[in-house]
Every structure is written in C-alpha cells, then in structure tokens.
C-alpha cells in the first residue's frame, strides 16, 4: 500500500459489512483510501475436499472469497465517495491482517464472522489480531446510540496515553463530546472504608487527581471538544461496559495498570471487544 489506509477485514458475513459500513464513514472525512481484504487459509480446501479436489476446493474459496470483497467494495462505495482497494490473500487470516496493521492507519473487524471455511473474524481471531496489530484497532458493533459521546477508559498509565490522542482526535473529528472514565477497585480498600479504618473522601480525591494529570494539556490542544470527566469505585470493565450503551465509540489502551507486563491484551480490553454494545478501539500503548 503506498498511502495509509484503514484497513478492513472481509469474510463475507453481515459483522464484516458492518465493519466495511463503518469504516467507510470514518474514512471518508479524512480522506483516506479503504483497504478490503481477505485471507482464508489454502489448507481448510485439504481438510474440507480431501486431495483427490483440492485445486477445485482452492479455487472455488477464491471465488466466494473475491465476490465476498466485490460485495463489500461496493457498499463502502455506497457509504461514502473514497477510494477504494481490495486484496485477497491465501493465506491465515491472523497473520495477514497483523501485516497489514503495520502500514495502516487503523484495522476494522467485524465483531464476529461465519463460521465454516470462511470464518475468518470469529471472536478467538478478532482476540488474536487485536493483541498483535501495530496499529489501533476498531472491533465494530452497531451503536446503540450512534449519536452518543466518545468514551476513553483513563487509568493513569503510559499506556493509556496512545488511547487518549486517539480519543480525542475521534472526538474532533466526530464533533462528539469526549467522556473520560476513571474507575478502579480495591477490594481491601473497599473492605477497610466498611469497617471505618480509612476514609474513602481522599482516596477519591486521589483518582480524580489521576484523571487530572492524564487530562492536562489535551484539552487545550481540542478547545472544542468537551469533556465530562468520570471518576468512579468500580471494575474498569465493567464501567465501560455500562457505558458502551450510550457512546458511539469506546476508545482503551491494549494493556491496564493491573495487567501484567507480559501480556499485551488486558481484561478490560479483552472484555469490551468481546460485550460491548458498541465499536470499541483498542489503541497500543
């Protein structure tokens, strides 16, 4: 590819139109190209045929698979006046798409595929390149409320700092108001405040402190974007969860203060991509 694109993963199920749908949308202001691909892997023609009819089998996906990126091109073609690429691959869809993340500007995926030969996006997949894309990424569910804010999980870490530019500049773009959502859970500090051996008003004032920190000079580099600032005693997953049913967007780093550093995708992140109730990003940190 000579120009970034965003890049959308294609399978031919209606969850990879969503993502065609959407990404479309999101090109088209920023007058970026749209780069459709799929991948299936030649083996699952071996597993599915038998030798005796590989070849045909092989062929026969090729076809599904490029009618599958013609559909999808032309309603993204329909969605918004961008240009438009298409691109299929004979290979596993995991390392393809992770490929591709590193020359793209971001990586929609349906939210699941189809099953079968062709399901190249179902959920343990979206996982996998989500935790291995060099660039953000956008697990795509119709919003419930399309006209909702843009929401961004904070917990005060460098890794959340790509998740707020990003959120931020979606904000702008999108001319969407930005909720920044901070929440944590202490179940000892928790069972303490019960018991009356610490007050629960400093610590609160310490997270909404965190928040702060993490907010400064963003807000004056998007004058126009507002802000509404969140600072909550609750499971971080859960608290976007709950959010998701009224944002158009949730935009988290891969990885949370209480992840370990050895892993890449953290809970939080891991639980939205797979329960959200609307596109959530996943924004490397």
Known sequence: MTDPAIVVGVDGSDQALDAVRWAAAEAAPRALPLQ???AVDPAIAVATAGPPVVEEAVEAIEQIAKADLEKAAQLARVTADITVRTE???SPAIPVLVEQSKHARLLALGASGRGGYAGMLLGSTAVSVVARSECPVVVVRPAAEPAGPVVVGVDGNETSLGALAAAFDEAAWRRAPLVAVHSWFDSDYLLATQYGLVEGEPEEEE??????ESLA?????YPDVTVQRVVVRDHPRHQLLEWSHKAQLVVVGSRGRGGFKGLVLGSTSQALIQHASCPVMVVRG
């Open 36 to 38: 459709l691909v799929s």
């Open 88 to 90: 299929y691959f004979p």
């Open 207 to 212: 997270q909404a402190q965190v928040l702060a």
């Open 217 to 221: 000079g963003w807000q004056e580099k």
